[in-house]
């Protein structure tokens, strides 16, 4: 069973099978998928999935805050269920492909007090490029 099912049980969250069935699909590591590809997974378990379920249901799970929407240079959006464990992303800049990081050190400490600009920080997005192996 999934950490993302486990965690939407606790929450209490009404575990329909549509529902369960996206969490599934959303459950690993390194998951980055599109709502199209979470429909076509989704559809493979339950094939009377329906394309607007699952977008409802990201949109659900985004607002709960027990997945991450990850955009990347105006490629369609990904769901990342590693919500609760800071990380940045690292991103093929060829075929897309995206990978959780945990690099060393605070990003938010690494910005100096004089470039704040007076700003309270609350969170910091870094997202590292390149090319993976295969496009490399």
């Known amino acids: 069973m999934s950490d993302l099912v486990e965690r939407l049980r606790g929450r209490g969250w009404r575990m329909t099978s549509q529902r369960r069935v996206v969490a599934e699909v959303l459950n690993g590591d390194h998951v980055h998928l599109t709502a199209d590809e979470v429909h ?38 990904r769901y990342d ?4 464990r800071p990380h940045q992303h690292l991103v093929c800049s060829a075929c897309g492909t995206v990978r959780d990081v945990h690099p060393a050190g605070d990003p938010l400490a690494d910005l100096p007090p004089e470039e704040r600009f007076g700003f309270t920080v609350s969170a910091v997005e870094v997202t590292y490029r390149g090319l993976c192996p295969s496009c490399a």
């Open 40 to 77: 076509a997974r989704a559809a493979r378990l339950l094939p009377e999935i329906s394309r607007a379920t699952v977008y409802n249901t990201l949109g659900e799970l985004v607002s709960l805050g027990e997945v991450i929407e990850v955009a990347t240079d105006g490629r369609a959006k």
């Open 81 to 84: 269920p590693n919500a609760h």
